[in-house]
């Protein structure tokens, strides 16, 4: 079975600009969810998704949007990008309802570079 | 609010030593709690997770986790460790009725010399 894909693996844009990220989770699995990781706040959960729905939200700005397809494949937006949304983006899917005692699945991230 | 702290940033252990890392979580009800390791320039993989029940965990790789809600600590463990171990560990908690929202622990580098 093919692990969790994210698309693209290295991105470089400049300010103001905006960008999609995209992540394919294993198939089968239902629940996917976003992480921001920086080396200054570390492990930040963005959102997560469970059949099309959003379900939980961090503590991000309304720039940061995602959305979840009938396939389970999921994306993420970033409009008008800050220095500060420089970081590693990972994605993570789960088998079955997406609970909290379920094994989450990492890909191995977008790495975003803002310039 | 929910919180993890993992208060090392950085240890160095020799090949074949035993290894130990702290987590402090901050969580009022009953947590969910993982442990998670990364390689450089990869994604997170599960070592192990508590829900309920025994309270000493046994994970992939050799590893083990205590669970002391006593003292709000969940140490991951590992009695002797290999060079391939060297990575970034995490601490997590999640948090909510439903879904994958965690709360990482800003993460402890393991450094293993020859």
């Known amino acids: 079975k093919a692990g969790v894909t994210q698309t693209p693996r290295y991105l470089i844009k400049t300010r103001g600009q905006q960008v999609t990220l995209s992540c394919s989770p294993i198939?089968?699995?239902?629940?996917v969810s976003w992480y921001q990781q920086t080396p200054g706040q570390g492990l930040q959960f963005l959102f997560e998704?469970?059949?099309?729905?959003?379900?939980n939200k961090g503590n991000f700005p309304g720039r940061f949007s995602g959305r979840q397809f009938s396939n389970s494949r999921s994306e993420m937006n970033v409009s008008t990008l800050e220095l500060g949304d420089s970081a590693l983006y990972l994605c993570?899917?789960?088998?079955?309802?997406?609970?909290?005692?379920?094994?989450?699945?990492f890909g191995s991230g977008t790495q975003l570079s803002v310039l | 609010a929910q919180s993890v702290t993992q208060p090392d940033i950085h240890i160095t252990v020799s090949e074949g030593a035993s290894l130990e890392l702290r987590c402090n979580y901050s969580?009022?009800?009953?947590?969910?709690l993982f442990w998670y390791v990364q390689s450089p320039g990869q994604g997170l993989q599960l070592l192990l997770k508590?829900?309920?029940?025994?309270?000493l965990v046994q994970g992939i790789k050799g590893f083990e986790a205590e669970f002391k809600r006593s003292q709000s600590s969940f140490n991951l463990r590992k009695p002797s460790v290999h060079w391939s171990d060297a990575a970034e560990y995490f601490c997590?908690?999640?948090?909510?009725?439903?879904?994958?929202?965690?709360?990482f622990g800003a993460g402890t580098i393991l450094r293993v010399k020859s």
């Open positions: 998704y469970f059949s099309e729905t959003q379900r």
């Open positions: 969580y009022g009800a009953t947590p969910y």
């Open positions: 993570a899917s789960s088998p079955l309802w997406g609970g909290a005692n379920e094994k989450l699945f």
């Open positions: 198939s089968g699995h239902r629940s």
């Open positions: 997590a908690v999640a948090t909510g009725p439903y879904g994958n929202k965690l709360v």
């Open positions: 508590y829900f309920s029940g025994d309270t």
